[in-house]
C-alpha cells in the first residue's frame, strides 16, 4: 500500500474543491428556468424536470445553435455594452498567403466551444455565474478585399470596445491584427495600448505580394502614435518561416522578441517578467494577439502556416495567465485557425481553450466583471489614427 502524496501547501485539487463550494448556483438556475420556459416542459416520462422539450443552454453539448460558448446570440449589437464581454467572428483569410481556410475559423472555434461548461475546475471560476457574455455574430468582411474588409473589422472592433464590452475576436487570419488594433486606437485618445504577439512569426513587414497580408499587421499597427513599436512584445519567434524584410523592421524599430529557446532557458516566469515589463512600460492596457500557430505544430495541424518546434500548450497557457493576470488587458483576437486543415477539431478546441482561460484569468485578477468602462476609453473616435498608406 503506497503512502497519500504529501505537499508543502494544500493542493491545487484541495484548493478548488473549496472554491467550488463558494460559488453561487444563480446562472445555473436562470437557465434552467429560462430554458423550461422557452423550451417547453419536457415530456412525462422525464424524470429530471430541470431538461425541457426543446434544447435550451449548455445541456445537451450536441445540440443546440452554435454560439461561443452557447452564449445568448447579440442580433441588435447596440445592445454590447450591456455585457462584460462580447465574442466577435472575423472571417477572412484575403490575407492568407499559402493555406486558406481561415475564413472557417469563427465557426470551427464556436463549433467545439459546444464541448465545454462554463465552469474551470483548478480556477474555480465559473464564467456563467461571474460574468455576462454574449456572441455578436460576425463583421461582414469583403471576400478577396483586404482593405473594405479592414474597414469593416476597425469599424466593428471600435464599436465593441468603445461600449465597454470586453472584445474576444474569433480570426480569420492575421492580417486582421492590424485593423482590430486600429479600432481599438480610435477610442483611446492619448492613451496608449501595449501589444503581446504570441506567434511562430514576426508579421512585420510592409506588403507581401504588394498588399498588406497576414505577414504585416504589426508593421501598420506600430505605425500609429497609441501602439508604439517598443512596447510590442513577441512570443514563440523562429524557424524556417520568418521573412528577412520583417527581421529588418523588427531591428530598426526595436520590437521586442523571444524565441521559444528563450523562454526555455530563461523560465517561462522570467519570459511573462519580460513580456508584462516592456509591454507595460509607458502604456495604459495590454492588446493580446494569440496566432494558434505558436503552439507545436503537431497539437495544432490546422493552420495556414504550421511551423514545429514551438511552444507546448501548457506553456502558452501559462504565459497568458501570467500576463493576464498581470497587465491591464483591453482585448484579445485569436487567429489563424484554419478549419479544412484541422484533425479531430483539436486546432479549434485549443483556441477554445485559450478565449475560456482569458475570460477566467480576467475573473480571478479582479477585471472582470466590469464596473464601468475603464478609464483608457475614450467616448469620441479618433478615425485617422493610422498613416496614409496606398
Known amino acids: 500500500m503506497t503512502d497519500e502524496p504529501t505537499f508543502r501547501r494544500p493542493s491545487e485539487a484541495s484548493e ?15 437557465e434552467v428556468d429560462q430554458g423550461l420556459t422557452y423550451g417547453l416542459e419536457a415530456a412525462e416520462s422525464i424524470r429530471d424536470r430541470t431538461i425541457p422539450t426543446f ?11 452554435n454560439t461561443f460558448l452557447k452564449a445568448p446570440y447579440l442580433e441588435d449589437v ?9 465574442i466577435v467572428g472575423v472571417p477572412h483569410d484575403s ?14 472555434i464556436r463549433k467545439i466551444s459546444a464541448l465545454y461548461t462554463p465552469y474551470n475546475f483548478e480556477l474555480g471560476v465559473d464564467l456563467r455565474e461571474q460574468i455576462t457574455l454574449c456572441d455578436v455574430g460576425d463583421v461582414f468582411t469583403i471576400p478577396a478585399n483586404n482593405e473594405k474588409s479592414f474597414d469593416q473589422i476597425s469599424k466593428g472592433i471600435a464599436h465593441i470596445f468603445s461600449s465597454g464590452a470586453f472584445p474576444i475576436i474569433l480570426g480569420g487570419d492575421h492580417s486582421i491584427g492590424f485593423p482590430t488594433v486600429r479600432g481599438v486606437c480610435r477610442h483611446l485618445g492619448d492613451k496608449k495600448v501595449g501589444i503581446i504577439h504570441f506567434d ?8 507581401d505580394l504588394d498588399e498588406r497580408m497576414h505577414t504585416c499587421p504589426w508593421f501598420h499597427a506600430t505605425n500609429m502614435a497609441n501602439a508604439p513599436a517598443e512596447n510590442l512584445v513577441q512570443l514563440g ?36 517578467d519580460f513580456a508584462i515589463e516592456k509591454a507595460t512600460d509607458g502604456t495604459d492596457c495590454v492588446w493580446i494577439s494569440f496566432d494558434i500557430d505558436c503552439i507545436d505544430a503537431g497539437f495544432v495541424p490546422g493552420t495556414g502556416w504550421p511551423e514545429p518546434g514551438g511552444l507546448m500548450p501548457r506553456e502558452a497557457l501559462y504565459l497568458l495567465k501570467r500576463i493576464i493576470q498581470e497587465t ?18 483539436m486546432t479549434a478546441l485549443m483556441a477554445t481553450r485559450v478565449i475560456c482561460d482569458t475570460m477566467a484569468h480576467l475573473v480571478v485578477s479582479g477585471q472582470l466583471p466590469r464596473q464601468g468602462k475603464p478609464d483608457y476609453i475614450h467616448d469620441e473616435a479618433n478615425m485617422n489614427v493610422d ?3 496606398e
Not at 78 to 86: E, I, L, P, Q
Not at 328 to 345: A, F, K, L, N
Request: net charge neutral.
Open 95 to 108: 490575407g492568407t498567403t499559402y493555406r486558406p481556410g481561415t475564413r472557417f475559423g469563427p465557426q470551427g
Open 237 to 272: 519567434i523562429g524557424g524556417w518561416q520568418v521573412p528577412r524584410q520583417g527581421v529588418k523592421v523588427c531591428r530598426e524599430r526595436g520590437t521586442n522578441i523571444l524565441t521559444v529557446t528563450d523562454i526555455m532557458e530563461m523560465g517561462l516566469d522570467a519570459a511573462a
Open 16 to 30: 478548488a474543491l473549496q472554491k467550488e463550494a463558494r460559488l453561487p448556483m444563480t446562472g445555473w438556475q436562470q
Open 55 to 65: 434544447s435550451r443552454g449548455e445541456l445537451p453539448h450536441y445540440a443546440g445553435i
Open 387 to 389: 498613416q496614409a498608406w
Open 78 to 86: 447596440r445592445k454590447v455594452g450591456n455585457y462584460d464581454v462580447a
Open 200 to 207: 511562430r512569426h514576426v508579421d512585420t513587414q510592409e506588403t
Open 328 to 345: 491591464t488587458v483591453c482585448g484579445i483576437e485569436v487567429v489563424e485557425v484554419s478549419p479544412p486543415y484541422d484533425v479531430s477539431d
